[in-house]
């Protein structure tokens, strides 16, 4: 099992930059898939983005292409998700996942593992 707790939410502005980190303990966080995922009021929780175990393939959705970029760093078992040029749509909790897998691609779907999330909000 893994434990997976997020930092960087906030508040900020149309066109401002946030970056989220997401810290995984109890497990080799490098045997895992990790995606971030994000869920407005009223919506259902979609994946932004996905990373496979290495870093080597990641996943975004059209939305946020050009604008986010996700990252990790197994050294210090953490996954992070870089926001350039916000926009009030991209306002949500944002959470992150992790699904064990012996395959170093991203995974888009079935995550065993979540956090509690994060609040971001960007004003118009």
């Known amino acids: 099992q893994v434990q997976l707790v997020e930092s960087g939410g906030g508040l900020v502005q149309t066109g401002g930059s946030l970056r989220l980190s997401c810290a995984a303990s109890?497990?080799?966080?490098?045997?895992?898939?990790m995606g971030w995922f994000r869920q407005a009021p009223g919506k259902e929780r979609d994946l932004v983005a996905a990373?496979?175990?290495?870093?080597?393939?990641?996943y975004y959705v059209d939305s946020v292409k050009a604008r986010f970029t996700i990252s990790r760093d197994n050294a210090k078992n953490t996954v992070y998700l870089q926001m350039n040029s916000l926009k009030p749509e991209d306002t949500a909790v944002y959470s992150c996942?992790?699904?064990?897998?012996?395959?170093?691609?991203?995974?888009?779907?079935?995550?065993?593992?979540w956090g509690q999330g994060t609040q971001v909000t960007v004003s118009s």
């Open positions: 996942a992790a699904r064990p897998t012996s395959f170093d691609s991203y995974i888009p779907y079935q995550y065993n593992y």
């Open positions: 990373i496979s175990r290495s870093g080597i393939s990641t």
């Open positions: 109890g497990r080799t966080f490098s045997n895992y898939a």
